[in-house]
């Protein structure tokens, strides 16, 4: 897991109650979770917070797109533009009160310096949106299952990646906090290579501003075990600190920019120094 892209899972997770990026892995815990979904959402943020609400919520089926874009890397002397994003729309239908199943596709692209672009792993879903609501605290989670069909993932022998996502949130007034974690097994073959255990956990704040604006602060950690290793060693990719701000341009579309400020020296490493990025939520449907 690279802390460069382990912020998609959180930037989903605070999402659920203002918060915002995420830090997951190339092919892992991170891309995915749908902030906006109806099935995410307490029911204090559907009302309160800036995030995405339409009438597909007393639909369903729902069809959403999220992606995150990473900008440069804000350092001194570095003039080198880039970009480069991840991508996913999420087919959801509503089983039962609360309940959603859903089957989401994605593809990155990388527009700079480069103009490439690749599929990226599908996964089938199944969702509760309230575990536990009592009072302003609510518990969400999920359950996915990775199909390894890229080029990359037979490559690296990957049969089959099973992922639980939770994220826990409490809005007492317009400020709040929330903590997601998540972790992934991937089943490899004999010539596997990469993470079979990977973890990921974010504590997360936020505050209404106004009704359509809201800062977040965000702290994520990501971790990973290297197939056929030790079981007993986890190397952790970093701690980030991630400001931002979540603005609900309408009622279907939500952007979210923010910084990402290593905290520690395997991040800084890894990204090389504190940069820009967004995230982009709308609901198509």
């Known amino acids: 897991m690279t802390p460069r892209i382990v912020r998609l899972i959180t930037c989903c997770a605070a999402l659920i109650l203002i918060s915002g990026q995420s830090l997951a892995s190339d092919d892992s815990i991170e891309e995915e979770f749908d902030p906006n979904s109806s099935e995410s959402m307490t029911p204090s943020t559907k009302n309160n917070s800036p995030s995405v609400s339409t009438s597909s919520e007393q639909s369903r089926f729902s069809l959403h797109y999220f992606g995150i874009y990473f900008g440069p890397v804000l350092q001194q002397g570095n003039t080198r ?23 989401t596709g994605g593809w990155s692209w990388q527009g700079i310096p480069s103009d490439s672009a690749t599929l990226r792993d599908p996964f089938v879903k199944i969702s ?8 302003n605290f609510s518990w969400y989670g999920d359950f996915r299952v990775h199909l390894p069909i890229t080029s990359e993932s037979r490559a690296n022998d ?22 997601a974690f998540s972790a992934r097994y ?6 596997g290579q990469g993470d079979d255990w990977e973890l990921y956990a974010a504590p997360s704040l936020f505050w209404n501003v106004a009704p359509r604006l809201a800062l977040n602060l965000l702290l994520e950690w990501g971790a990973g075990r290297p197939f056929g290793e030790n079981s007993n060693l986890l190397l ?9 701000i979540n603005w609900r341009i309408s009622d279907t579309v ?32």
Do not use: C
């Not at 533009?81 to 089957?103: C, E, H, M, Q, Y």
């Not at 991937?186 to 010539?191: H, K």
């Not at 952790?236 to 931002?244: F, R, T, Y």
């Open 128 to 135: 509760k949106a309230n575990i536990v609501q009592i009072g």
């Open 254 to 285: 939500l952007v979210n920019p923010y910084l990402t400020v290593p905290l520690d020296q395997t991040s800084l490493d890894l990204s090389g120094g504190t940069s820009v990025g967004m995230t982009v939520s709308w609901q198509l449907l």
């Open 81 to 103: 533009p880039s970009l480069d994003t991840r991508n996913f729309v999420t087919l959801n239908s509503t089983v039962a009160k609360d309940v959603t199943i859903g089957v």
């Open 158 to 179: 990957l049969w089959v990646g099973m992922q639980s996502f939770h994220f826990l949130g409490w809005e007492p007034g317009p400020a709040g906090a929330g903590f």
């Open 186 to 191: 991937n089943q490899f073959g004999g010539e």
């Open 236 to 244: 952790s990719n970093g701690l980030d600190l991630e400001p931002g």
